[in-house]
């Protein structure tokens, strides 16, 4: 393949227009329109459709995506081996992650990662929403959630069990739960969208629903009022794992059930080739959570 028509496939499936592509690479729109037309003769399959008013990718354009990137990293990999200004890791790397973890893991990693690599570019999306790493061109995403099945490759970076936990100044007021049960007798900090909590029953999980006067869309807010004593809270290990440490949260465990297991996870798209660029951030990552542990 040409891997001149390879760049323009990843600039309109970016910009999702023929017009703002041509301007970035600098052709015309013609030359653009032929060869995104020379590369789906090439592969036999159409790639977008193309209408007036919107581009978009076919189920095809969006299967060839990740191979496409494939392609143009290994170029960009293979021109920097011989290039003697090159140092370190170069390109864009985009990154999603949930946005507590992204802020007190992430975001202190970033400033060495940018000094040690000159060329190095960073976009970091912090949000708690499952996101489309294909689709929207991540290199990598952070979950912490029990994986589903995917085309996408996963690579585990610590474990990162749920943590039932409260502040000592409410376990002051109130009995610690001994079972279950017990929970339905207390104030129950929950996020918006986890209605139960969630432990393992044996091997077997199990959940119990949970009440209480306060919710929240982030880790964040649940992490403040359970630290000020306000309730019970369910996180996991690394969103209290320094309010544990300075003592301002208690990990209370339970007579009947226990943790339920969980892991950090980076994904990344399916396939073998990793920029230099991503398998840097991730070995970062791993040596900072490993040091803290």
Known sequence: MNLKEIHVFLMVSTTRSLTQAARRLEMTPMTVSRRLAALEETLGVRLLHRTTRAISLTPEGEAFLPYAHTLAEAEQGALGLFSPQQQGASGLLRITAPSGFGRRTIMPLLPALLTANPALRIDLQLSDEITDIVGLGYDVAIRIAPLRDSNLIARKIADNPRILCAAPSYLERHNAPRVLQDLAHHACLRLTNVLQWSFLDGEQPTSISVEGRFSSSNVE?????????????????????????????????????????????????????????????????????????
């Open 221 to 293: 807010g649940v992490r403040a009022l359970c630290t000020a004593g306000m309730g019970l809270a369910q996180l996991t290990a690394w969103d209290v794992r320094d309010e544990l440490h300075r003592g301002e949260l208690v990990a209370i465990a339970l007579e009947d059930v226990s943790p339920q297991k969980l892991a950090i996870w980076a994904l990344f798209p399916s396939h073998r080739y990793l920029p230099t660029r991503v398998t840097l951030f991730l070995d970062a990552l791993q040596r900072s959570m490993g040091e803290t542990v």
